[in-house]
């Protein structure tokens, strides 16, 4: 009954066979031991396993592995560039946007997307893109302000146009 | 070299978490790997007839299937509370899975184990459990009338303990003779704490050396050695067991205690002699993680004709669930009676709690544990009163404070207060919040029918826990000290092992500010290890914000003894005696001269002791174990303004300021992101959370589709303030910050949302203040009558 399919992640291609029911965060964890995405709940509430699906924030605990056949999928793995981290791993540091860690890959997932759509997004846009995470430690400041800093380091970074 | 302590250092552990090199238990998988799924009664109190396990047997994947018998066979016994209340507590066997009665919806009843988490789930449906459903009981008082249903048979009632504080007879006659009272009956509902990360266990058999390791998502690994081998399962020598509590995600007391699922892993990996893994599904979480709070008071408070409390009055009716957890029976007792006079001279007080069984998941320590349920009591009465006698909510607590120098002041239920300054704390977060405007704006938006509100909570929580002969004295079965060891390397790089874990505190950095600063060398040079039994000598682990007050002393006194055999080795290169050396910035000085060794130096020396003092051993390691003076106490003002919607009784809040003493700082940016959290937890359990069971013990808020956490767009930002007296009797003058936010916050919010409907009549609204409660207190008019304001189950 196993499915074999093919997903790019993180940019390399990668292959394996899932049963229908084997979740994409299945196939991520158990699979390709890609542990840093996480699972916080069985009812798609907590965000804890946002990765992109095409560059998409999408919950991997609610698609099925099968359903990223011949996507391309980016996990918190795969955000840092050539060794260089993403300004939002940078500002989540620099804010102290984390502690115990394990919303931090879906927070950090989600939060890119918003920044791709909305590069310099409100304090009250930043809550509400991120309303879909949970995080039970921080309180959402320092995760608020690790995106504000994000999008600041991004807004100068970008390439002036000539 | 610059001074550490004191600098918001960002935190060494980051790197892996932001690039999803984390290492949780889950994402442990261990050669030969089995998964555990665990059968969970569906009802509140049923008999076990009988279990069969035929068909699932035969189902794909199976390896084995256990039931309670099996452990108690093999001689696996019940597993203990830590805390003992009375010589007579009401203490009924805990077996890791139920015997003859499961006794709350999740009770678990058996195992499978299976080859994959598929195959263990899809078996454990087939497992036929012969129930016979039995009345249950879900509330405490209801579980003390004479036909309740009884939790455990054998005891033949359902309470725990009667426990009494104080003088008994002075508060009776302080409450009848005074010139007001002010008496309220208050609810602390259940709250289910809900790290992030779902608990989670492997164990793993060795059985050519016939030792186990352990994984478990846990806050004090050495702990649950110590239970599991000392109690659980005498059979299993200590010294060959090892627990892991690698990165965990979020902890919030739920995962201090020992739980059912680390013995049945524990054990079973031994039968199997294959690495066997349980980890909680979030449903799962909701009735196995225990929960917190869940108490119900009646207070009464009396005034002199001033508006000096008399005396304090409290009757608290705790539920501690089905069974008892490690905790569970120090939590509504020493960590909450003890806590009643909060910031007042309160001349006497007098407070009796029942802990009692009934058929719901067991309760014990949340963030906070004892001291929410205090300060809410206190902090929400105090306000009330000022209410009822019209006095300023903040002058009517200025009238009443501990004054500076009256430390240290023995309070009427056994704490003394070591140091404080109360007013200082209030009178800056009155000025931070501005509360003359404040006051000036409300009455505006009222004339143009807004609702605001404005809601102070001065809190006081005892931490830092505690000295080992007075918790022994108070019934705890375990001394309450930390360890900590330091080892120099011949390259003066140094580990330190401390028995404080951390699963978000930050403790591999601000531990190491710590040892940058006494030993002198480069935070890099530092490595802070923990959670692990086998690289760790011993450890009480983090709970009680214990971990820089206990665990952080203990490090400072390890390296004070490392200092001084350094200072010895120094004084031999220098040839000076120890007194004429001075030590700074890493290096041993003769005073007064250019004459210098550094450490890293001596550390080289310490271990090529070629040219060495006589009377010294090689090597540059040492450990020491610290057990505290008294507890510690952090205090503060927390205050916050709401905006009601009369429309739709949505509380919006509008500002949060939280002053808080919690004595020196090591980091400011992480004690802050501690107040941040604290005061969400807090905020949720005022605004949003409930654990809630039907009459039958069906638990309603089973996943997160039905229980509500704050979140990001729940919360404005938080604006957080110090002020700093140092705990005058720990190195470091440090108290401890995890609890502080959660301590304060809860009554801070309902003082906030009572302050905007008092004048519409409104006296309570029973958390969590949902939009729908808002909106009947404000269309009933609560006066107190809480039912009323209650909607229908
Ligand atoms: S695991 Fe919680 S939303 Fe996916
Ligand atoms: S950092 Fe722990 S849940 Fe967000």
């Known amino acids: 009954m196993a499915h074999s399919i093919h997903v790019t992640v993180n940019g390399q291609p990668r292959t394996g066979d899932v049963e229908p029911r084997t979740l994409l965060v299945e196939f991520l964890r158990e699979d390709l031991g890609l542990t840093g995405t996480h699972v916080g709940c069985d009812t798609s509430q907590c965000g804890a396993c946002v990765v992109h699906l095409n560059g998409t924030a999408v919950k991997a605990c609610t698609l099925f592995a099968v359903q990223a056949d011949g996507q391309e999928v980016t996990t918190i793995e795969g955000l840092a560039q050539n060794g260089q981290m993403h300004p939002l791993q940078e500002g989540f540091k620099e804010e102290h946007g984390l502690q115990c860690g394990f919303c931090t890959p879906g927070m950090v997932m989600a939060a890119a997307d918003l920044l791709e759509s909305n590069p310099s997004p409100s304090e009250d846009e930043i809550r509400h893109a991120l309303e879909g995470n949970y995080c039970r430690c921080t309180g959402y400041h320092n995760i608020v302000r690790a995106v504000q800093y994000a999008a600041e380091k991004m807004q100068e970074r970008e390439p002036q146009p000539a | ?793």
């Open chain 2, 1 to 793: 070299m610059a001074q550490q302590i004191g600098q918001p250092v960002k935190r060494v552990e980051d790197k892996r978490f932001l690039t999803g090199k984390g290492n949780y238990t889950d994402d442990i998988v261990l050669p030969g790997q089995t998964y555990a799924h665990f059968v969970r009664s569906d009802y509140a109190h049923a008999r076990i007839n009988s279990i069969d396990t035929s068909m699932a047997e035969e189902a794909p994947g199976v390896i084995a299937i256990f039931t309670g018998q099996d452990l108690l066979d093999d001689g696996i016994q019940s597993i203990p509370t830590g805390w003992a209340i009375g010589d007579d507590m009401n203490e009924p066997p805990h077996y890791p899975l139920a015997v003859d009665k499961a006794r709350y919806v999740g009770d678990a009843v058996a195992v499978v184990i299976a080859e994959s988490k598929a195959d263990a789930a899809d078996a454990a449906e087939q497992i036929m459990v012969d129930y016979e459903m039995l009345d249950a009981v879900v509330d405490a008082r209801e579980a003390l009338n004479d036909d309740a249903p009884l939790v455990h048979d054998d005891s033949g009632t359902n309470l725990v303990f009667d426990w009494n504080l104080g003088e008994k007879d002075a508060t009776d006659a302080a409450i009848e003779g005074a010139h007001h009272v002010t008496r309220y009956e208050f609810v602390n509902q259940r709250v289910i704490p809900n790290a992030i990360e779902p608990r989670s266990a492997n164990g793993q058999w060795d059985a050519a050396r016939d030792e186990l390791t352990l994984y478990t998502s846990s806050q004090n690994p050495h702990l649950i050695r110590l239970l599991l081998c000392a109690f659980v399962w005498p059979d299993l020598p200590e010294h060959k067991v090892r627990i892991i509590s690698p990165d965990v995600g979020g902890g919030f007391g739920s995962k201090i205690f020992h739980y059912p699922e680390e013995v049945v892993c524990a054990w079973a990996t031994k039968q199997l002699e294959r690495p066997v893994k349980w980890t909680a599904e979030r449903s799962e979480s909701f009735v196995s993680d225990a929960h917190g709070r869940d108490h119900h008071s009646v207070a009464e408070m009396g005034f002199d004709e001033d508006g000096h409390i008399v005396g304090l009055r409290v009757q608290t009716h705790a539920n501690l669930g089905a069974y008892l957890m490690t905790f569970a029976p120090a939590v509504p007792t020493y960590l909450y009676g003890t806590l009643l006079a909060g910031q007042y001279k309160t001349p006497t007080i007098h407070v009796n709690v029942k802990g009692v069984f009934s058929n719901t998941v067991p309760v014990d320590a949340y963030r906070g544990a004892g001291r929410p349920e205090a300060t809410y009591l206190v902090e929400r009465t105090i306000e009330l009163a000022s209410k009822e006698m019209g006095v300023d909510p903040a002058e009517l607590r200025r009238k009443n404070f501990i004054q500076p120098d009256e430390f240290p002041y023995q309070t009427p239920v056994a704490l003394q207060y070591d140091s404080g300054n109360y007013e200082g704390a209030l009178d800056k977060a009155l000025e931070m919040i501005g509360y003359d405007d404040f006051r000036q704006q409300q009455k505006e938006a009222k004339q143009n029918g807004k609702l605001l509100g404005i809601g102070f909570s001065c809190y006081i929580e005892a931490c830092g826990i505690a000295p080992s002969q007075v918790v022994g004295a108070l019934g705890a079965r375990a001394g309450l000290y930390e360890s900590g060891a330091v080892r120099v390397h011949p390259t003066g790089k140094v580990e330190v092992f401390t028995g404080s874990h951390s699963h978000g505190q930050g403790h591999e950095t601000t531990f190491a500010q710590v040892v940058s600063d006494h030993l002198g060398v480069p935070l890099e040079h530092v490595e802070i290890v923990h959670g692990d039994t086998d690289r760790v000598p011993f450890g009480m682990g983090t709970y009680g914000s214990r971990s820089i007050s206990v665990g952080g002393s203990a490090i400072v006194k390890a390296l004070d003894k490392v200092k001084d055999k350094a200072r010895k080795i120094a004084a031999h290169k220098l040839e000076a005696a120890e007194e004429d050396l001075e030590f700074s910035d890493g290096e041993f000085r003769v005073k007064g001269t250019d004459r210098s060794v550094g450490f890293g130096d001596i550390a080289l020396t310490a271990y090529v002791p070629h040219d060495y003092p006589e009377d010294v051993e090689p090597g540059l390691e040492d450990t020491a174990f610290y057990d505290p003076a008294n507890f510690t106490y952090p205090f503060g003002t927390h205050i916050c303004t709401v905006e009601i919607d009369e429309e739709t009784g949505h509380v919006k809040l509008l500002r949060y300021v939280a002053i808080d003493d919690v004595g020196n700082i090591i980091n400011p940016m992480i004690v802050e992101g501690q107040i941040h959290g604290g005061v969400a937890q807090g905020v949720g359990q005022a605004l949003l959370e409930g654990a809630v069971y039907d009459e039958m013990g069906q638990p309603l808020t089973g996943s997160y589709m039905d229980y509500t956490m704050p979140r990001a767009d729940d919360l404005p930002m938080i604006e957080v303030g110090h002020q700093v007296t140092p705990c005058p009797h720990n190195p470091l003058g440090v108290k401890g910050a995890g609890e502080a936010g959660t301590i304060a916050a809860t009554a801070c919010v309902v003082n906030a949302v009572i302050d905007a409907l008092w004048d519409r009549g409104v006296r309570d609204i029973r958390m969590p203040l949902t939009p729908e409660r808002v909106w009947r207190a404000l269309h009933t008019g609560g006066d107190g009558a809480l039912r009323e304001a209650e909607p229908a189950a």
